[in-house]
């Protein structure tokens, strides 16, 4: 750590990271192509990382392709209780100097940090993302790429604008200032499988701020966020700033949040698994030396709600988009759709059809706009909606349906129709590639928007589609509270760092936004500062004199 007086720096003001095309011809395309197959040639073990330490506890298991699930990537070890309290001494350890580093030595790391990833990192993380998560090349691209630059930029960035956020007014002969200082304790970042941007982000944005944290990766995303772990390393980042410890989350998380250290906690997940986390840290809250922040983002119950005035084709695009990208693995993935009466007959017409083009398969086929769902336990629990469905005189399978796990856990974009507002499909998070549709009468528009409303727990993306500037403007006051991400005439993913600040409330999460200050001034406790110049000398008030 050093000393740098004599200036004020400031952080260059970011731009969100240009997405490349990976066009035939084009050089990313050729470089992608050389990651993917070096990646694939071989099979690496990968360690836990303790205090800048690799550990290996023997207790191994498979980083599998989901399209390809004979094909091992990886075998990683897993942490045990001695590995966890190991990781939370490392982190504690590590506090005692992090803290202290000023915070443009910390910026200077994260940025350096985004430059590794714009450059050779990119195809590395990309073709990672690829294989083990079975995203393709574009949807790779805008997630371990551009939106984790995005990430590392903005938020250095963010903290600048934290730090100078000062009180406005100083009475003379006084001086007020604010100092953010970082929590006491560690911070535990549990991270999902599904966007290996979320992966970077929920252990980096507390370790910007000054920070250490505990970093429990989903165990189905493992393999990306290791290479993640390589990169922060070579950006300077100081052992044991960041422990990794992938493990079963019955024996991590058991341990981490019962200790007495623990000062927040950075989630990504289920909603079923975080209000268990919440309801474990009410149960030890007499034992911790600090009240955890906690901060989650959870489930969704997406929406794309249309007037009769909407475009049909843009219509269809962002449900084709919405639903299906990434097999609609997306917390904020559209999973349920209101369709008037007036324009279904051509929605469905053009969904069928744009559906049955989708080209399903490998990642590594770049033609190929869809993949596979990301393991066994998800294939089947999708699959029970699928066969739900079928079987129900409530609803009716338009198209796809289609479900193989012989080579891959690949399942058909699917799209439901159901005469039922509140049926089960339109009611509960799948977390894969079904749209479910229930088409309203043109003359039921408000009431159909309370029926969106009401009908899911959730409350994190939604969509109005609509030319009629009234009935868009109905929508967004009906529909207030169910989206924290509400779109217009557009699909409801794809939020982007710095533009669209991401997080939903209900049962959806905190609502902390990653992507702005939001998030970031969760991980700091501010120190108010009163400075007096020229202290008063008698504790005696004038109203006190005598007449």
Not at 295 to 301: C, D, I, N, P
Not at 340 to 345: A, D, E, I, V, Y
Not at 354 to 375: C, L, M, Q, R, W
Request: charged letters at 25%; aromatic letters at 12%; glycine letters at 8%.
């Amino acid at each position: 750590m050093f000393l740098f007086n004599n200036s004020i720096v400031k952080i260059p003001y970011p731009e969100n990271e240009p997405v490349y095309s990976y066009a035939p011809g084009t050089k990313e395309r050729e470089l992608l192509k050389e990651a993917i197959n070096e990646l694939k040639s071989q099979k690496i073990e990968i360690p836990l990382i303790i205090g800048g330490k690799e550990v290996r506890t023997g207790k191994l298991a498979k980083v599998v392709c989901p399209h390809d699930h004979g094909h091992v990537l990886a075998e990683y070890h897993q942490a045990g209780e001695k590995e966890v309290k190991m990781a939370i001494e490392a982190a504690l350890e590590a506090w005692k100097e992090w803290q202290k580093f000023r915070w443009e030595e910390r910026a200077a790391i994260f940025l350096k940090a985004a430059e590794l990833l714009a450059g050779k990192y990119r195809y590395i993380l990309n073709a990672a993302t690829m294989l083990s998560a079975s995203k393709n090349v574009f949807q790779a691209e805008i997630d371990s790429a551009c939106e984790l630059i995005d990430f590392w930029r903005f938020n250095t960035y963010f903290m600048q604008q934290i730090y100078t956020d000062q009180p406005p007014y100083s009475p003379k002969p006084t001086w007020n200032y604010v100092q953010h200082r970082p929590l006491e304790g560690f911070i535990f970042a549990v991270t999902p499988f599904n966007f290996t941007s979320i992966g970077g982000n929920l252990p980096t944005a507390p370790a910007i701020m000054g920070n250490v944290v505990v970093w429990k990766p989903a165990s189905t995303a493992v393999y990306a966020p290791y290479f993640i772990m390589k990169l922060l390393k070579e950006a300077g980042l100081p052992d044991g700033v960041i422990n990794f410890i992938p493990g079963p989350g019955s024996v991590v998380g058991n341990l981490v949040l019962k200790d007495p250290n623990l000062a927040g906690i950075h989630f990504t997940g289920s909603t079923e698994v975080f209000q268990n986390m919440w309801k474990v840290v009410g149960e030890n809250i007499k034992n911790y030396k600090y009240y955890p922040r906690i901060v989650g983002e959870t489930g969704g119950k997406d929406f794309v709600f249309a007037h009769s005035s909407a475009d049909v084709k843009k219509l269809v695009t962002a449900l084709v988009r919405g639903a299906y990208e990434y097999q609609g693995q997306k917390c904020s993935a559209a999973s349920r759709a209101y369709i008037p009466k007036s324009l279904w007959k051509d929605v469905k017409e053009l969904m069928v059809e744009e559906i049955k083009s989708i080209k399903i398969g490998n990642p590594e086929d770049f033609t190929n706009f869809f993949n596979a769902v990301i393991d066994e336990a998800a294939f089947e629990n999708i699959k029970s909606y699928i066969d739900y469905a079928k079987e129900s005189n409530e609803a009716e399978i338009i198209v796809g349906g289609g479900c193989d796990k012989s080579v891959g856990y690949f399942i058909e974009p699917t799209l439901v129709e159901t005469t039922n507002p509140k049926f089960k499909l339109m009611e509960e998070e799948i977390f894969g590639p079904v749209l479910t549709v229930y088409v309203y009468d043109d003359d039921k528009y408000e009431e159909t928007l309370e029926l969106c409303n009401s009908t899911s727990p959730y409350g994190l993306t939604g969509a109005i589609f609509g030319e009629d500037r009234k009935a868009v403007s109905v929508a967004l006051e009906k529909l207030e509270y169910a989206a924290g991400n509400f779109y217009v005439n557009d699909k409801p993913t794809g939020a982007v760092v710095g533009q669209q600040p991401f997080g939903g409330s209900r049962a959806s999460g905190t609502n902390d936004k990653a992507g702005s200050y939001l998030n970031l001034i969760r991980w700091v406790t501010p120190r108010t500062v009163k400075e007096n110049f020229d202290a008063p000398e008698d504790y005696r008030y004038p109203f006190m004199s005598e007449e």
